[in-house]
């Protein structure tokens, strides 16, 4: 997840240019859900580059069914599960239309 620069490098996404979501689709066998990051939280884990962050130009993403993490993976779960509907069986759609 990154741009090209003028000089053709590789570079992380600013807050500026970011669309205000980004949708990840998970097909894992069976199991299917969607991470809809909104643009403040992709800010506030430094995912995006703004003043204050560099930003990242990859980040893993941790499914709700995801059990054998490290503490790092289990930490950053933590975080993306708010912004995770499982969608396999069935799903909350309050918190679909939320996002």
């Known amino acids: ?20 979501k980004l949708v990840v689709h998970i097909v894992d066998k069976e ?10 939280a992709l800010l506030a884990y430094g995912i995006l580059s703004d003043g204050k962050n560099q930003g990242k130009m990859a980040f893993r993403v941790y499914p709700s069914w995801e059990k054998n993490l490290n503490n790092t993976a289990r930490k950053t779960q933590k975080w993306q599960t708010q912004y995770f509907p499982a969608l396999s069986y069935h799903y909350d759609k309050t918190k679909l239309e939320k996002l």
Do not use: A, L, V, Y
């Open 31 to 40: 199991r299917i859900g969607q991470f809809i990051f909104p643009k403040h």
């Open 1 to 20: 997840m990154w741009k090209k620069n003028t000089g053709s490098i590789n570079q992380p996404f600013n807050e500026e240019e970011f669309p205000e």
